[in-house]
């Protein structure tokens, strides 16, 4: 049977070791996104990246939650070889999307907290 676990070496795949750009954390995305559609396992490698932020693991990781329950992404997704605060802001991320993606009213009781704060 073949392999159904796929490799993405973040590095490779954005031709970067800094993961700050929401646009190269689309190219993961749409990567893990077609691997997932194929019912096939990901091993995501951070290995090498010097610098992350939440901005790229929101684009490359958290919107998979608007497609694939959690069940499905914890049971098809690895992560490996990132850094201790890689795992708090992914962590983070993912609690969010989680959250925003569970409850469509979020992001509106988030914007009218914002609007109410900037009003004061």
Known sequence: MENTEININIVNTIGDVYAVEAEDGQKVFDLIKK???EKRNVVLNFINVEIMTSAFLNTAIGQLYKDFSEDFIRDNL???NI?????????RVVDTAKMFYNDP???ERLQKSI???LNE
């Open 78 to 80: 690895k992560v490996e």
């Open 83 to 91: 850094s201790n605060s890689g795992k708090i802001i992914l962590k």
């Open 115 to 117: 609007d109410d704060i």
């Open 35 to 37: 691997v997932f559609d």
């Open 105 to 107: 009213n979020t992001f």
